[in-house]
């Protein structure tokens, strides 16, 4: 592959939003005529997730550098040993090691208020009894996932948040690909969703490049959107 081929940033969002949240982000790549696509993640299980990512990838012409929000990390930690991603950038995120579930992960340490404001209701499957799924209650989502973002904002994020299945938190991961590609990681230092402590111990254990974001919600892209575009482009310049 030539040194000059610049890699596809392949932007995963996670529970709770959708590929939206990514707008500014998007807007601040596409002005540096960086190659970007931000499919929808199911948010059906961790696996079926991470295949449904890594098929995306593996059509993608070129190298890809996957970039996960929150359980878009880990959906990423496993897509990312697709053959042409070359690079992570966790958002926010979970980093989890093989074999690691969300909710062990997230267990070592004190819980975030993220637990105690999740809403449960059930959705159909096929063949089967209906499953569990979670989407935060709206009178939390301001505190909770987007303390750093205009109140006008938070209002319409939170009706049209995507539910996360409940089952996704028990599943273990079955690869970790920052053990073999490069990694970075932004750590929202205020987040109220998942606790900082979280994210700071899986980029560390990552070997990742981490930029710490003081007053930095959960919603990081949405409210600091240059900020997240410029750490992306680091590592797309570190990988192409």
Same mark, same amino acid.
Request: proline share 6%; glycine share 10%; hydrophobic share 50%.
């Given at each position: 592959m030539s040194g000059n081929t610049t890699p596809t940033a392949l932007l995963v969002h *996670?529970?709770?939003?959708?590929? @939206?949240?990514?707008?500014?982000?998007? =807007?601040?790549?596409?002005?540096? *005529?960086?190659?970007v696509v931000a499919p929808p993640n199911p948010l059906r299980s961790l696996a079926s997730d991470a295949a449904y990512i890594a098929s995306v990838a593996a059509q993608i012409d070129g190298p890809v550098v996957l970039v996960g929000h929150s359980y878009g *990390? #880990?959906?990423? $930690?496993? =897509?990312? $040993?697709?053959d042409n991603v070359v690079g992570l950038?966790?958002?926010? @995120?979970?980093?989890?090691e093989e074999g690691e579930s969300l909710g062990e992960l997230q267990g070592r340490?004190?819980?975030?208020p993220l637990g105690s404001s999740l809403k449960q209701a059930t959705y159909p499957?096929? *063949?089967?009894a209906p499953a569990v799924e979670v989407t935060i209650v709206p009178e939390a989502f301001p505190s909770v996932f987007a303390a750093d973002v205009p109140a006008?904002? $938070? %209002?319409?994020? #939170?009706? @049209?948040? %995507?539910?996360?299945?409940?089952? =996704?938190?028990?599943?273990?991961a079955t690869a970790a690909a920052w053990k073999t590609k490069p990694s970075w990681a932004l750590v #929202? @230092? #205020?987040?109220?969703?998942?606790?900082?402590?979280v994210e700071r111990f899986g980029a560390k254990r990552a070997g990742a490049t981490i930029l710490e974001v003081e007053g930095a919600s959960h919603a990081v892209a949405v409210? %600091?959107?240059k900020l997240v575009a410029d750490l992306i482009r680091d590592a797309l310049r570190a990988t192409g």
């Open positions: *996670g529970a709770f939003a959708d590929a @939206a949240s990514w707008s500014g982000v998007i =807007a601040e790549l596409q002005n540096h *005529g960086i190659p *990390g #880990a959906v990423i $930690t496993v =897509a990312g $040993t697709a950038v966790f958002v926010a @995120a979970y980093v989890l340490f004190p819980d975030s499957v096929e *063949g089967g006008d904002v $938070t %209002r319409v994020l #939170a009706v @049209a948040q %995507r539910p996360l299945a409940a089952g =996704a938190f028990t599943e273990t #929202a @230092a #205020a987040d109220q969703a998942i606790n900082p402590e409210s %600091r959107p």
